[in-house]
């Protein structure tokens, strides 16, 4: 069994900060991937930003330059560091782990950004 255990989600203006956090429990080992996915109100889930456990990082197009991914090897947490938010940044943050083609999910944390 794996946990994931979100936190760090709630209300900012456009313009500001949010920093999300993960953290992984149970059968924990080799996993081969962290990251997060997104969705709004109406809309598909949507894959956000990954870090291999190599630390080779991938992000969504639209918030590239603005969201910084990190990874805790050790811990098995990661971190989303989210800047210069906008208003369509809004949704439901969800954290995956990877480990031989099979995703493990979090329960999401709410992400609200106003206009």
């Known amino acids: 069994q794996v946990q994931l255990v979100e936190s760090g989600g709630g209300l900012v203006q456009a313009g500001g900060s949010l920093r999300l956090s993960c953290a992984a429990s149970g059968n924990i080992e080799n996993f081969d991937s962290m990251g997060w996915h997104r969705q709004a109100p109406g809309k598909e889930r949507e894959w956000v930003a990954s870090i291999s456990t190599g630390e080779i990082t991938n992000y969504l197009g639209s918030v590239k330059g603005r969201f910084t991914i990190a990874m805790d090897n050790a811990k098995k947490s990661v971190t989303l560091q989210m800047n210069s938010l906008m208003p369509e940044d809004s949704g439901v943050y969800y954290c995956?782990?990877?480990?031989?083609?099979?995703?493990?999910w979090g329960q999401g944390t709410q992400v609200t950004v106003s206009s």
């Open positions: 995956v782990s990877r480990r031989s083609g099979r995703a493990y």
